[in-house]
């Protein structure tokens, strides 16, 4: 169609302008520097920090003490001894041992009996490891606050990148919406320039006693709203360029943008209702699901009998002295259970009662959304298919009335027509033109949505 080369050729014209930024230049400027993105990764390592932290807990912890004491008299008659001074020295490690639910306890211990200046020393190495059988079982409740930042840091990472979509696809709507505006201010300055032509050939007709007052008077009131729109479309893209050159940082007199507002876009073949179950909305769901699922299981496991196997080692020396006490050692073990179990109401039993609720309540909200999302992503489909039809319609429209506007020129140029009547098919073919413009830009943003639904924009 004649028309739309005509339009293709004059925006390929455009595309020519130096330092013109088209929309992918614009994304990428717009992720690397904006604010908003930089907090995002600050959140997000902000929650990797936070499950770093919770592995802590298998440091060792060391512990030390000392102390003196004196016992004396004359008047406890069963007392061997009349002054006894006794100095003691400790120092200790405790671990968790990971992903058991052990723990493993190290002591060493130094101690001096001093009777009556009579002095003996004895020393005691001792370990001491502890496991649960039942409750916290392989550390499953020791585990559960970290496990639960793992699943957070899964779901901030998956939250992060829809939040992230989201605001990318509002600018480049923004982005969308200034290329459009690029055209409606040249659109209008050439209804002004048409409507300055007319109001002088109707003023010619005027003075020529061929047309009265009121057409004039029409005239020049066509002519005055064609000159605010002008000045109303240079003020509202003066504006949106200063804001789209605010958010990736540039000078507003670069920003300057080239794109193909007719360019018809390849959409991502898929089935709305299984893209959706995968979908980064709905692993919001799950991975809320994947934690409460988490904490019912320590809960479920906190109804059990605290049952815990206790081994323990140790070798004990003495002699009169420090040194001599490391040697002549006596050898001790001992292999037990501890079992205790609370009676009567507990609870855990509430706590797993609600976690199953809570649980219950995300399915039921998972599948309302997910009746949402499939619903939101045919809509934009058959908003793309109806507007891509009317874009091709208006083109066609447009292609229409300019072959109006060659017809009307050529009969002017042979006296087989009137002026007015060219003007009159130029002032129609614009208006076309700024119709189809907007329906274009329309399609544009509609694909920015969809593509934002079905997690295709930010990656």
């Given amino acids: 169609m004649f028309y739309r080369f005509i339009l293709f050729a004059f925006s390929f014209i455009l595309s020519l302008n130096v330092g013109a930024i088209t929309l992918n230049e614009y994304s990428e400027s717009l992720v690397e520097s904006h604010p908003y993105f930089v907090q995002l990764s600050l ?43 006794t100095t003691k020295y400790e120092i200790g490690a405790t671990r968790k041992v990971e992903n058991s639910g052990a723990s493993v306890n190290l002591k060493h211990s130094m101690t001096r009996n001093d009777k009556d200046s009579n002095a003996t020393h004895s020393n005691l190495f001792s370990v001491d490891y502890v496991r649960p059988m039942l409750q916290n079982k392989d550390g499953l ?55 300055k032509q007319q109001l002088d050939l109707t003023e010619d007709k005027f003075n020529n006693s061929l047309v009265d007052i009121t057409v004039l008077i029409q005239e020049k009131d066509k002519f005055v709203k064609a000159k605010q729109q002008s000045l109303q479309s240079n003020k509202e893209l003066i504006i949106e360029r200063r804001e789209l050159a605010d958010l990736i940082g540039v000078r507003e007199s670069d920003m300057i943008v080239e794109m193909d507002l007719f360019k018809e876009q390849k959409l991502v073949n898929l089935n709305p209702s299984e893209f959706v179950k995968s979908s980064r909305a709905m692993q919001k769901y799950d991975f809320d699901k994947a934690k409460l699922q988490r904490e019912l299981e320590s809960n479920e496991n906190k109804t059990m009998p605290n049952v815990n196997l206790n081994l323990g080692l140790s070798s004990l020396g003495e002699n009169d002295k420090y040194f001599g006490s490391f040697g002549n050692r006596d050898y001790s073990w001992n292999i037990g259970l501890d079992i205790s179990y609370p009676l009567g109401s507990r609870k855990e039993m509430i706590a797993v009662e609600n976690t199953e609720i809570k649980m219950s309540d995300i399915d039921a909200k998972r599948a309302e959304a997910e009746m949402n999302s499939i619903q939101q992503i045919n809509y934009l489909l058959a908003q793309v298919d109806l507007l891509t039809e009317l874009v091709e319609l208006y083109l ?17 140029s042979e006296a087989r027509g009137q002026k007015s009547l060219v003007l009159a098919a130029k002032i129609n073919a614009n208006q076309a033109n700024l119709t189809y413009l907007q329906a274009a830009g329309t399609y544009q943003k509609i694909i920015i949505d969809y593509k934002a639904a079905i997690d295709q924009l930010y990656n």
């Fill in 396 to 412: 066609e429209q447009g292609a229409l009335a300019e072959e109006k506007v060659i017809e009307e020129q050529i009969k002017f």
């Fill in 141 to 195: 409740n020791d585990r559960l606050n970290l496990d639960l930042a793992s699943i957070e840091l899964m779901s901030k990472k998956v939250s992060l990148e829809e939040q992230a979509e989201n605001f990318l696809a509002s600018k480049l709507t923004k982005f969308v919406d200034l290329a459009l505006k690029q055209e409606v201010v040249k659109n209008h300055k050439i209804a002004l320039d048409l409507a």
């Fill in 43 to 85: 959140s997000e390592k902000t929650s990797l920090l936070n499950q770093k932290s919770l592995t802590t807990y298998t440091d060792w912890n060391i512990k030390a003490g000392a102390s003196e004491t004196f016992a004396g008299g004359e008047d406890v008659g069963s007392r061997l001894y009349k002054d006894l001074f």
